[in-house]
């Protein structure tokens, strides 16, 4: 079975500071890892897939197969990066790709 | 173009009675899912359709759940004799292939 864990229902960071979304996965073969958020009152996007290995809006994440992890950071948080975070995984294959999420972080950026 | 659109955005219902929820997806998207977000659960996969291959029906909760998608386009999820657990925001995905998937807005589901 397919797990997503993300222990921290809710962080709240003062502008500028550093921010880290925790998400630990559950997965026997090598699955592909995602961060989506959802903005208050917009539909749920796409923040980051592992394979791309790119930088949106100052995120980065990288997976961390031997510690089964997906950690989410930027390094100097924004008032606009206020939103609910969703770390979730794609287990491929014969299981299609069809998501599992975690419970969701809600992030709260203090001017 | 326009993304996933769904429609209604919001449907109060009584407890038993039958809802429909429509989910257009992006033109020429082969793959199509359903999920649902409840304070409860979480965002739960529910079912997944995927060109003209028979679909994943693994997540659906129960036989009141169903889902067609006509012509490989617009996709339409039932539940029958609605319970008041059913209340949840009923998400549709779309994507190419295997590719990312892109969401809608969805339909928030009250069974009053």
């Known amino acids: 079975a397919q797990r997503v864990t993300q222990p921290e229902k809710l962080l709240s960071v003062f502008k500028g500071a550093p921010v880290e979304l925790k998400c630990n996965y559950s997965?026997?073969?090598?699955?592909?890892l995602f961060w989506y958020v959802q903005y208050s009152r917009q539909r749920l996007q796409l923040l980051l897939r592992?394979?791309s290995r790119e930088s949106i809006k100052g995120f980065t994440a990288d997976l961390n197969k031997g510690e089964t992890s997906f950690h989410l950071k930027k390094p100097f948080a924004q008032e606009e990066d206020s939103a609910m975070y969703y770390c979730?995984?794609?287990?491929?294959?014969?299981?299609?790709?069809?998501?599992?999420f975690g419970g969701g972080t809600r992030v709260l950026v203090k001017p | 173009g326009a993304g996933v659109s769904q429609s209604p955005s919001n449907k109060v219902t009584e407890k038993g009675k039958d809802v429909e929820l429509r989910c257009d997806p992006i033109?020429?998207?082969?793959?199509l899912y359903w999920y649902r977000q409840s304070l409860g659960q979480g965002l739960e996969f529910l079912i997944y359709f995927q060109g003209n291959s028979a679909p994943d029906k693994s997540g659906l909760p129960s036989d009141r759940f169903s889902a067609e998608r006509t012509g490989g386009s617009v996709s339409t999820l039932t539940i029958q004799r609605t319970q008041q657990e059913d209340s949840a925001v009923y998400l549709c995905?779309?994507?190419?292939?295997?590719?990312?998937?892109?969401f809608g807005p969805g339909t928030r589901l009250t069974v009053l």
């Open positions: 995905a779309s994507s190419l292939a295997r590719s990312v998937q892109f």
């Open positions: 033109s020429g998207h082969t793959a």
């Open positions: 592992h394979i």
């Open positions: 979730a995984l794609s287990g491929g294959g014969a299981a299609g790709n069809k998501l599992t």
């Open positions: 997965y026997s073969g090598s699955p592909e």
